[in-house]
């Protein structure tokens, strides 16, 4: 707790903090003292993924200083300039939905989840005490942490966002509620090398995270890939993926590059040679 203060002494106006936590190296109940702690410091915070990693889940717990909203608008106009914009899309991050889609609980959810645990302060550390048997023996495993924790937090746009139109709201609730499925989809994955046994787990319940929010790219980029594997040995099934990717995120022209060429004739080796590789 007294780290977090002293963090907060030292933002400037505006100032963002983020103190990043490894789930993959915590239990729920340690990581309810820590948000208590946090939250102690920063009442008004949220928490955010780091990544959809089933594997390894870190989360961030978030706030500024001044205890304002995120401004949406700011958040685009950063994304937009030219000497981030690149960087950013490298990092997953092309658009608002993107980077504002990462964000897993506003402040009311994490009291909610925090409860009343122990608050974790220099004179009563709880967390030193538990996390030596968290690490040695774990009671879980790092995906079913984060995914219980998922099921106990919740978030409202407008606890932490402002500036922004209805229609924004919106799309950001149905992307939050694609990536949820999205990360409760990959727990039950079985990996194949096979991309047609890929397709047979993962084809039908991506397009429909799709169907949830066409701004999910986690659910477009695999499919994508999967499509270029299966140009290699059955066009019309790909082509009819691609043609459903289009349809769905005509917004996006990488499946329709990669439908044009496949329709106009071009090999399908030539074809490839501009399709994402499988991951």
Do not use: K
């Not at 002494?9 to 990043?20: A, I």
């Not at 694609?178 to 787990?201: F, H, I, K, T, W």
């Not at 290699?232 to 349809?247: D, G, H, K, Q």
Request: contains cysteine; glycine residues 6%.
């Amino acid at each position: 707790m007294e780290h977090f203060q002293a963090v907060r002494l030292r933002l400037t106006s505006g100032g963002v903090f983020c103190q990043w936590l490894p789930l993959h190296q915590l239990d729920l109940v340690t990581l309810r003292s820590l948000v208590r702690s946090f939250l102690a410091a920063y009442p008004h915070g949220g928490a955010i993924l780091a990544s959809n990693s089933l594997e390894t889940p870190v989360l961030g717990l978030v706030a500024r200083r001044d205890a304002l909203p995120f401004d949406v608008r700011d958040v685009q106009a950063r994304l937009a300039q030219p000497s981030q914009s690149r960087l950013l899309a490298g990092l997953g991050l092309e658009d608002e939905y993107a980077v504002l889609g990462s964000f897993v609980a506003g402040p009311v959810g994490l009291a909610r989840f925090a409860g009343d645990a122990p608050i974790n302060s220099e004179n009563y550390p709880v967390v030193a005490y538990r996390a030596p048997r968290v690490t040695y023996a774990a009671d879980s495993r790092p995906r079913e942490r984060l995914l219980a924790l998922l099921a106990e937090l919740s978030l409202e746009p407008s606890e932490l966002f402002t500036r922004a139109p209805e229609a924004t709201w919106s799309r950001l609730s149905a992307y939050w509620a694609a990536r949820n499925g999205y990360l409760e989809l990959g727990r039950d994955v079985r990996p194949s090398p096979r991309v047609e046994d890929m397709l047979a787990q993962l084809q039908r319940p991506l397009l429909g995270l799709l169907r949830t929010s066409p701004d999910f790219r986690p659910a477009y980029d695999p499919l994508l890939n999967m499509a270029g594997a299966l140009a290699r040995s059955n066009v019309l099934a790909a082509r009819s993926l691609l043609a459903e990717l289009v349809r769905l995120q005509p917004a996006r022209d990488e499946a329709f590059q990669l439908l044009s060429r496949l329709d106009d004739g071009t090999s399908v080796s030539a074809a490839l040679l501009r399709a994402p590789s499988p991951d």
